[in-house]
């Protein structure tokens, strides 16, 4: 009976990472993962000698998309714990990647997902990764995630 309700337990608080603006973030890291994957897919097979490092760039960033719509999905303090983190590590990405396509923009013959802060994509690959985080700390167990944004 114990397992039971922690099972409950844990249900209710892995749907609670897809409620609200969950749920939105869920949508864009799908359609990011999609068009990612598109990208980098279409760049490795078709071009990728000319520009190897911009093209796995394209590819790393797609399989972050896809872990951190993954991990949204599964719900789980564990999983928010580890989206958390890719998060981080997303920004990371595109803060070096970003900066280095600025200063040194002949090291990149072709562009990556993360390439001028996201400018290809609307900026949405610099702002996704800070409301990722803002919404995964806010939804921590224990907390209600009213108020959010």
Excluded: N
Excluded at 45 to 63: C, I, K
Excluded at 72 to 88: D, I, S, Y
Excluded at 134 to 143: I, K, T
Aim: with cysteine.
């Amino acid at each position: 009976m114990a397992e039971s309700a922690t099972e409950e337990q844990d249900h209710r608080h892995r749907t609670k990472l897809v409620q609200g603006p969950g749920l939105l973030l869920v949508w864009l890291y799908g359609v990011m993962s999609v068009g990612a994957v598109s990208r980098s897919v279409y760049q490795i097979l078709t071009d990728y000698g000319s520009a190897p490092l911009a093209h796995t760039l394209s590819a790393v960033a797609a399989v972050v998309y896809a872990f951190i719509t993954y991990t949204l999905v599964r719900g789980g303090e564990t999983a928010r714990r580890a989206a958390l983190v890719c998060c981080a590590a997303e920004l990371a990405g595109v803060l070096i990647v970003g900066t280095w396509t600025v200063v040194e923009p002949s090291a990149f013959p072709d562009s990556t997902v993360w390439s001028e802060y996201g400018m290809g994509y609307i900026f949405i690959p610099v702002l996704l990764p800070v409301t990722g985080m803002l919404w995964l700390r806010r939804s921590r167990q224990g907390q209600g995630a009213e108020g959010v944004f």
